[in-house]
């Protein structure tokens, strides 16, 4: 079922005017029916006079013919064509009733009144008929007088009630429409500014809580890049440290072969290292989320082929004491990148899989513009229910969605496999086919 979405303003219209519309027809309907109630007693008051006048006539005949209303003893005794029209009496005494009789094409059709009414002599049937050719001019231009005032009483009524919509509409309208313009113009330079006035208490406060929630957001997000900023900066000095002193121990070894070394000094100097390494990394990459804007970043020809070779031959220490088969394919491609980020990127993709895989394999895959990175965990490590995903890959898909890159991680049984395509604006996976 489609689900439509109405404006507030369209609603409110259709509201005000259907309200509009149905009082306006119920009073113009009420109206006419007090009208024919009222003419139903003027008759009705009629028939009894006449029945009466009768009554008091000591000389009253079986039917008598008092200005044009037929006054009877026996329903039988009225006119043929009422009785032919109605065969039963009335039984309901001082009620009026109707019917309509149709004439042939050479006489006119007949509205005829009747009622049984009880004087203090007897009982007596009246009836009385109106066609056309009965009523006076006078009858007929006051019928047609109250008709046109009835008309314009509703139209009248309607046009009123339409203009007081429309004033309603705009009174209410402008104010909600200046509030959306002004709360799609918000940014980080207005935030700061005093909020207008609207017109209506309600919209003022649901204007300032609208500034109040976006100014909370965003001192969260000021608050959040720069700690990402200081932090970032903050590391680099101790981890430049520490990848300097263990460049300075490499040289040191180097200088005094004679000297026995501890395998395990050595084995702990490998892991220093390797953590300061991948400090370095997540590092560059925290910095890179911390800047203002990295969308338009210097770009250069890149072999995007060697840059993964470099990428693996760098990272390959972390497979090292690991039953893990690498496979690495890539065919030449060359293009127009951001050879920084696309390093920094890479790298977190390759470093992820080489980190969470203790025994099974691991495939790297370029094509063109397309490279993945798949890795197979078949050992018993006891391991997190989310294998291949830790902060990289996460820091990694935030990297490519401001850089306009196409990304995805795909869970499979025993693994992972991630893809990431350096063309922008791909909508679909399926695009990856022809990226």
Known sequence: MIKLNSSLRGSLILTFTTIALI??????????????????????????????????????????????????????????????????????????????????????????????????????????HISPDRVSDLALRNGRDSLVTLLAIGLGTAVVLALMVWWLMHRMAQPVTRLGIWARGLNEKTLDEKVPDFGFRDLNDFAEVVRSSLISVK?????????????????????????????????????????????????????????????????????????????????????????????TSDLKYLLDGKSVQLSVRTSPSTFELPETAARIVIGNLVRNAFQHTWEGQIRITQEGWIVEVENFDTSVVEKDDDLGFGLGLQLTEKLTRRLGWKFENIILQDGRSTRLCFKADLKTSEAFRDC
């Open 219 to 311: 001192d969260g997000l000021d608050r959040e890049q720069t700690f990402l900023r200081r932090a970032s900066h903050e590391l680099r000095t101790p981890i430049s440290v520490i990848r300097s002193n263990i460049q300075l121990l490499e040289k040191l070894k180097s200088f005094q072969p004679d000297v026995q070394c501890d395998s395990r000094a050595d084995a702990a100097v490998n892991r220093i290292d390797r953590a300061s390494l991948t400090m370095k990394h997540l590092t560059e990459t925290l910095l890179w989320l911390g800047r203002e804007d990295i969308s338009e970043l210097p770009q250069r020809e890149v072999r995007l082929d060697q840059l993964i070779e470099n990428i």
């Open 23 to 128: 009082l306006v027809m119920g009073y113009s309907f009420l109206s006419a029916q007090y009208f024919m109630k009222g003419m139903d007693t003027i008759i009705a008051d009629h028939m009894v006079r006449a029945a009466t006048a009768v009554a008091n006539d000591k000389g009253y005949t079986a039917v008598s013919d008092l200005d044009g209303y037929t006054v009877t003893r026996e329903w039988t005794d009225q006119p043929d064509s009422i009785v032919a029209a109605v065969p039963t009496p009335p039984q309901n005494s001082n009620r009026l009733q109707k019917v309509n009789l149709e004439r042939t094409e050479e006489e006119l059709d007949q509205l005829v009144f009747y009622m049984v009414t009880g004087t203090s002599k007897d009982l007596f049937y009246v009836s009385f």
